[in-house]
């Protein structure tokens, strides 16, 4: 058995949430990354599907979120749409304990015009594939300049699917001053270069799946 997550600094409301959800112990890339997200440290984090990685970057996010500050301090990007709105819905299950928070998601195929009018009322957290979150920063109708946090999911297959200049166009936008959080499934090559461009002294957890 792994630790309860009621061993971490967690905010209270975050922690009674959890328990809410019957998220009593943590997984084990749970346990491993958030003591080190927790500290501010940018992490590498490979686990299998399933293994919870979303909770573990997600109430990093959520902790180091200030809900009064009303302006984008998070971007989560994600290869598909379809795994996007997966990672907002846990991440709005994770949030429920904490009140006027707004998770916007920025995907491709769905219309600009309700994206822009979405982004016009603000949001702190914005989940999106990285072909249209560099279509809003082109058009000038997303601003990243406060996302002091970044997580990359799923960031083998962001690569197998081509994104990487597209991705270095939006690091360009965001602060030099973050948190970066890299987590994925597998560990090619590709992620030590993507890593060693945009994170900052990473630390590298990887749990081996029993073979
Ligand atoms: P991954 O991103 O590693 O593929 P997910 O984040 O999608 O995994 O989590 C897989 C499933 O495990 C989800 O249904 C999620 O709700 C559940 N889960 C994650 N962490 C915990 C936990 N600590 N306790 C119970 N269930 C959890
Ligand atoms: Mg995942």
Redesign the pocket.
Known sequence: MTAP?SDLPLKPALLKNLASM??????E??AKTLPIILDGKDVIAQ?????????AFGLGVLHKLNVDQFRIQSLILCPTRELAD?VAQ?LRRLARAIHNIKILTLCGGMPFGPQIGSLAHGAHIIVGTPGRIEEHLRKGTLSLEHADMLVFDEADRMLDMGFQDVMDTILAQVPAERQSLL?S?TYPDEIGQLSARVMQKPVMVRIESAH
């Open positions: 997550f019957n998220y009593t112990a943590m997984t890339i749970q686990a299998k599907t399933g293994s919870g990685k979303t909770a997966q846990e987590f499934a």
